[in-house]
């Protein structure tokens, strides 16, 4: 496949500029009016803010966490200014600190404490949560296709509800249908995954984490999956990305919901965590500054006997197809050929990067004079069948 160019956050006034410069001053002033960290995390933070905004690129010291590993994995940029590392290098590098300078890693009072906790917590506690749970109650009456239609567009655009995308959304940025849409090819995936092992790479955590549960309940009730694997962050990453401890908060707020419905999914996904049925992974790779071209050999060797694997969200669309400004006709399986197994992206646009786009769709797009590709408006359903055998 041709290469095209790395994005990266050098450029006044684009969206990887905007990330460093207007929504991390936004969400670092947050972290530090959620918690009550003291003068040596709060000074720390400063100091990250002040450093990835006007500054160069300072290699690890001696106490930062793995150390060794992004010495390696920075070679060649330490010393240089932060916007002329690639954006998704950039972004894993700033996420790392922010955890180093609130005392995450290291023993202490704040050890293993999630800067992001208080978001979470509130976002899953807040109503719309109660009346999308709800929601569930009519979508048992439905023909079974039907349900299916709905629980594959609430998993798609519960994508919307990033926290740190919502830090500088617009509230008016409305849902449209996917601009382009292999739903019935993800359906088709699936039924021919029956009795098999289907892998699900999640995202964020609260409202985007909740019908992604409710989906692969149906995955599992319906036979369609004989097995799912859910795989999650082994730390607080991405403001809202999901953790095991986020999963278990996520499930018991369905097995307490007041809705039947919701509360029955709940109570399933507790037994299918007992049984095995649904299994949680969390593996080191998904915290590293690295594309799924790079995927290390023992996820490779997972992913590969997995009939499907459904990868949510904008940061594991950039990670799948590489964080370069392809041009957007790009076929999706040309992009998608490295990933070990069949897969589906199910993804809102957040960011620069898109493929698999049709012509016509691309011209009416560009034709809009918005930001469409980074305005969480649209969506991509995308699905690669990998043969047998390849």
């Known amino acids: 496949m041709p290469t095209a160019p790395v994005i990266r956050s050098d450029a006044p006034g684009s969206f990887p500029w905007s990330v460093f410069h207007e929504r991390h001053p936004k969400l670092l002033g947050q972290v530090l009016d959620a918690l009550p960290y003291g003068p040596a995390q709060r000074a720390a933070v400063e100091r990250l803010l002040v450093e990835s905004t006007t500054g160069v690129l300072e290699p690890p010291g001696e106490s930062v966490h793995d150390r060794e590993q992004w010495l390696a994995w920075g070679e060649g ?184 419905r919701a509360a029955a999914v709940g109570a399933r996904l507790w037994r299918a965590l007992g049984t095995g049925e649904l299994a949680v992974r969390a593996h080191a790779f998904f915290c590293a500054p690295l594309t799924f071209h790079d995927l290390p050999a023992d996820l490779r060797a997972e992913f590969a006997g997995a009939a499907l694997t459904v990868l949510k969200g904008d940061l594991n669309y950039r990670r799948l197809v590489g964080d370069r400004l392809w041009p957007p006709t790009t076929p999706f399986a040309d992009a998608v050929e490295h990933f070990p197994s069949s897969v589906a992206a199910l993804r809102t646009l957040k960011s620069d990067v898109v493929v698999g786009l049709e012509p016509a769709v691309l011209a009416r797009l560009d034709g809009t004079g918005t930001a469409w590709r980074t305005s969480g408006r649209y969506a991509v359903v995308q699905v690669h069948r990998r043969p047998p055998g390849r």
């Open 77 to 260: 940029l330490w010393g240089r200014p932060w916007g002329e590392a690639p954006f998704l290098w950039a972004e894993n590098w700033f996420y790392h600190r922010l955890l180093d300078a609130t005392g995450w890693f290291r023993p202490g009072a704040w050890h293993g404490i999630d800067p992001f906790g208080p978001f979470k917590a509130a976002e899953l506690a807040g109503p719309a949560v109660d009346a999308e749970l709800a929601a569930l109650e009519p979508l048992g009456e439905l023909p079974r296709r039907r349900r299916e239609e709905a629980l594959l567009a609430s998993a798609l655009w519960g994508n919307r509800a990033d926290l740190s995308f919502r830090i500088t959304a617009a509230d008016d940025d409305a849902a449209t249908a996917p601009v382009a849409d292999d739903s019935a090819a993800f359906w088709t995936e699936l039924e021919r995954a029956r009795g098999g092992r289907v892998c699900v790479v999640a995202d964020n955590a609260g409202r985007e984490l909740l019908p992604d549960l409710v989906l692969i309940d149906h995955l599992l009730t319906e036979g369609l999956a004989a097995e799912v694997v859910l795989y999650v962050k082994p730390r607080p990453y991405f403001v809202s990305d999901a953790t095991t401890a986020d999963l278990l908060t996520t499930v018991e707020r369905l097995r307490a919901a007041p809705s039947p």
